[in-house]
């Protein structure tokens, strides 16, 4: 019953910034452990980010400085905000629950590209 709709993606300038959403219904996002991740073609689906209940964040080494998560319990909405942009963040940028996710939404397609 939870799904998730990710928005704010689009094209940018390389060294531009992005912010994503995801959008989270049927479940209350706080009490889980949630994650950004990313496909891009050919390339299998990796976790960016996390945060936990309590609120510690994770970042992959890839994008460690540039990005950050947070979320808004009152709105029940993830974010990512995205810094530096690089061509290699190229990707389709999806949200879900980390360690036992739940169906996937249709993702939110970044592209960094001059």
């Known amino acids: 019953q939870v799904q998730l709709v990710e928005s704010g993606g689009g094209l940018v300038q390389p060294g531009g910034s992005l912010r994503l959403s995801c959008a989270v219904s049927?479940?209350?996002?706080?009490?889980?452990?949630m994650g950004w991740y990313r496909q891009a073609p050919g390339k299998q689906r990796d976790l960016v980010a996390g945060?936990?209940?309590?609120?510690?964040?994770n970042y992959a080494d890839s994008v460690k400085g540039r990005f950050t998560i947070s979320r808004d319990n009152a709105k029940n909405t993830l974010y990512l905000q995205m810094n530096s942009l690089e061509p290699e963040d190229t990707a389709v940028y999806y949200c879900?629950?980390?360690?036992?996710?739940?169906?996937w939404g249709q993702g939110t397609q970044v592209t960094v590209s001059s």
């Open positions: 945060v936990t209940r309590v609120g510690s964040t």
């Open positions: 879900n629950r980390v360690g036992i996710p739940w169906y």
């Open positions: 049927g479940s209350s996002l706080n009490i889980y452990h």
